[in-house]
């Protein structure tokens, strides 16, 4: 008879650091050009099994309002009604339910990603990039994830037809994240 011992669970818990954190957007405009933007207030938690890394959560929010694309009218454009309205929905939030191991550092996230109100599954194409103690003493570790999804199914719909053919914002939108996290506990 063989018996399987199971490691302990280890838990460690991973605050996004926001000065080291970046969290992107990327939609093609006119069909030609790409526009890029990313959120400048959020907040992230990794729950990481030491043990088994697949074990591990991952959730953000992210304030709506916070977006930034360089251009003062396209963000207003983009906080009004036509597509984040972050007067009725002022976060966006995304919550892992599995991950998958991919390779040694390399993971799919599995997870809902609420905008306006709109849930659906996302996944995430993730690398852990490393982990390394700050000259501060706190130990820190970074991942680097990314998605496509369609905009319109979180009910960012609003468009319009070029004079020359085409839309003026593309469905597609990239997102990226480059996360640096402190360990909390």
Same mark, same amino acid.
């Given at each position: 008879?063989?018996?399987?011992?199971?490691?302990?669970?280890?838990?460690?818990?991973?605050? /996004?650091?926001?000065?080291?954190? =970046?969290?992107? /957007?990327?939609?093609?405009?006119?069909?030609?050009?790409? @526009?890029?933007?990313?959120?400048?207030?959020?907040?992230?938690?990794?729950?990481l099994?030491?043990?088994?890394?697949?074990?591990?959560?991952?959730?953000?929010?992210?304030?709506?309002?916070?977006?930034?694309?360089? =251009?003062?009218?396209?963000?207003?454009?983009?906080?009004?009604?036509?597509?984040?309205?972050?007067?009725?929905?002022?976060?966006?939030?995304?919550?892992?339910?599995?991950?998958?191991?991919q390779?040694?550092? %390399?993971?799919?996230?599995?997870?809902?990603?609420?905008?306006?109100?709109?849930?659906?599954?996302v996944?995430?194409e993730?690398?852990?990039l490393?982990?390394?103690?700050?000259?501060?003493?706190?130990?820190? @570790?970074?991942?680097r994830a990314?998605?496509?999804?369609? %905009?319109?199914? /979180?009910?960012?719909?609003? =468009?319009?037809?070029?004079?020359?053919?085409?839309?003026?914002?593309?469905?597609?939108?990239?997102?990226?994240?480059?996360?640096?996290?402190?360990?909390?506990?």
């Open positions: 008879m063989t018996t399987t011992i199971q490691s302990p669970e280890v838990r460690t818990t991973w605050q /996004f650091d926001t000065a080291h954190t =970046n969290i992107e /957007f990327a939609v093609r405009h006119m069909m030609i050009a790409t @526009v890029k933007g990313r959120f400048a207030d959020f907040e992230g938690v990794l729950q099994d030491e043990q088994d890394l697949t074990r591990s959560t991952v959730e953000v929010s992210i304030d709506a309002a916070s977006l930034d694309t360089r =251009n003062e009218q396209r963000d207003g454009h983009l906080r009004s009604g036509d597509f984040f309205d972050v007067e009725r929905f002022p976060r966006l939030t995304f919550r892992s339910s599995r991950i998958e191991r390779g040694e550092d %390399r993971f799919r996230v599995y997870g809902d990603l609420t905008i306006r109100d709109e849930t659906r599954e996944v995430l993730a690398e852990q490393g982990r390394a103690r700050s000259p501060w003493g706190q130990d820190v @570790v970074a991942f990314s998605t496509t999804l369609d %905009r319109e199914e /979180f009910g960012l719909t609003w =468009n319009q037809a070029l004079e020359t053919g085409g839309i003026l914002v593309g469905k597609e939108v990239r997102i990226s994240l480059e996360v640096e996290a402190v360990q909390s506990s």
